[in-house]
């Protein structure tokens, strides 16, 4: 293989200098094919390529839309894009075997932490960067210790098997991009000897589906609307729950980015946070603030839990908590258990740095504890809110009616203040405890969902 400017060790922090060992078969090449401002290959590659909506064959769906890349696609349809994986299969010595495109449409758009599957003789993969610049996130499975490199137009990055045993990658969402991005990831053999030419790749990915599996072909009721409905454009939620084409549409007319509500009322994103006994604290007043690395809009949100077990934020303390809290074990995770209301303070100092930005912090001027938690979950644990389903939002809204606002006095900060008047009556998820904690472990889908999202799922970014 011929001598490459491999940049990848720039972007190492020094506090994981000792990791180095377990990324010595990796490569960041900037500019590889071409420089930032030339597009060009960019446009072609959308000109020649059909992009689509994708689901696993569990139902779960993609964030992004994705294309499979097969022989017949190269040779008839595909020119740039075959010469663009013959000439890094050169440079890396490497035999194709399967070959995975994916659009990002927008910043909202993501791929989860995971490792990819090596099949077979498949030992190394390349990933090749085309459009606006994201972020490829690198994760020590033991550790969670994160860096990230850049993936900017005519980027390329590659690893072999001691990089992707040790570490998840994935693509986090972003609010700071707007345009549209192509990552190509090609995995292959390593070693094997000379190139064939021309490429051929003998694999697949038969897991992704280019339709939900989940839908059927009969006609069903649409769980928000409550009208049958034909399954063509309609869609099932991460819990399940199926909207018909029409209520599908009215979500995608919001848009990607956050929105805040004006009122309890009208929440339609949810926020969070990785502790149960974090999101407590928040309801009762004893937790005034919330940090986060993103900037979106004041307003309401619904206040959700992560799932159980989940290590704590770095930046989260719960020292100052002058309250019994129950175990984190006995709160519910996985669940929407009240709605805040949160103001960006503009004259904080931004604390630390992180290859996310530094932390922005945000006051939590009144929250509305539901009446019982409702079991939803999030698209993984953005920095940023993420949009609930139409299912979920409503019965968020119901669960909220009728229960009283809390107000956070912030006047006399840090000391803390709240007007709510000591009674938890109305909460029924908090007077039963041992009933509540009882009651969700025997959900039968509680542990389904454990490797979704930001983990490992085996599908190349």
Known sequence: ??????????????????????????????????????????????????????????????????????????????????????????????????????????????CNLHMDEYN?????????????????????????????????????????KVCNTAWNHGVPPSLDVEEASIFVALLGQRGAGPIELPISLSGTFPQILFHDPTTGSEPRRCEVCKRMAEPGGGRSDLDGHWSCRKCVLRMELMGWR?????????VTDGITVRRAQQALAILVGESVFLWR??????????????????????????????????????????????????????????????????????????????????PTRSPGIPEAPWRLSMISRKAVLELAANMKVLENLHESEPEKQQTWDNSWSSWRWWNGWDDWSGGWKSWHWNDSWEDWSWHDRGYPD
């Open 120 to 160: 077979g003789n498949e030992n190394f993969s390349i990933g090749i960067s085309f459009g606006e610049e994201r972020q490829l996130l690198f994760e020590e499975k033991g550790t969670k210790a994160q860096f990230a490199i850049p993936q900017r137009n005519g980027d390329v990055h590659a690893y072999g």
């Open 1 to 110: 293989m011929p001598s490459l400017d491999n940049r990848f060790w720039d972007f190492l922090p020094e506090d994981l200098e000792q990791q180095r060992v377990s990324l010595e078969d990796a490569y960041y090449l900037p500019g590889f094919l071409c420089k930032k401002q030339d597009t060009s290959l960019f446009h072609q590659l959308q000109k020649e390529l059909s992009f689509q909506e994708a689901w696993l064959d569990s139902g779960l769906p993609f964030s992004r839309h994705l294309c499979l890349v097969s022989d017949e696609l190269l040779e008839q349809k595909a020119p740039t894009l075959h010469a663009i994986l013959e000439h890094l299969a050169e440079v890396f010595n490497l035999q194709p075997v399967r070959c995975l495109l994916s659009l990002y449409r927008h910043g909202g758009d993501f």
């Open 258 to 266: 956050p929105c805040a509500a004006s009122s309890s009322m009208e």
């Open 293 to 374: 690395r993103a900037s979106f809009p004041d307003g309401w949100y619904a206040l959700h839990v992560a799932k159980e077990g989940v290590d704590a934020d770095a930046h989260t303390s719960l020292d100052n908590v002058t309250i019994d809290l129950p175990k984190e074990t006995d709160l519910p995770h996985h669940a929407v258990v009240g709605l805040l209301c949160l103001q960006r303070d503009r004259l904080a100092v931004a604390k630390q740095d992180h290859w996310q930005g530094p932390l922005q912090k945000y006051k939590i001027t009144k929250t509305l504890p539901l009446k019982d938690p409702w």
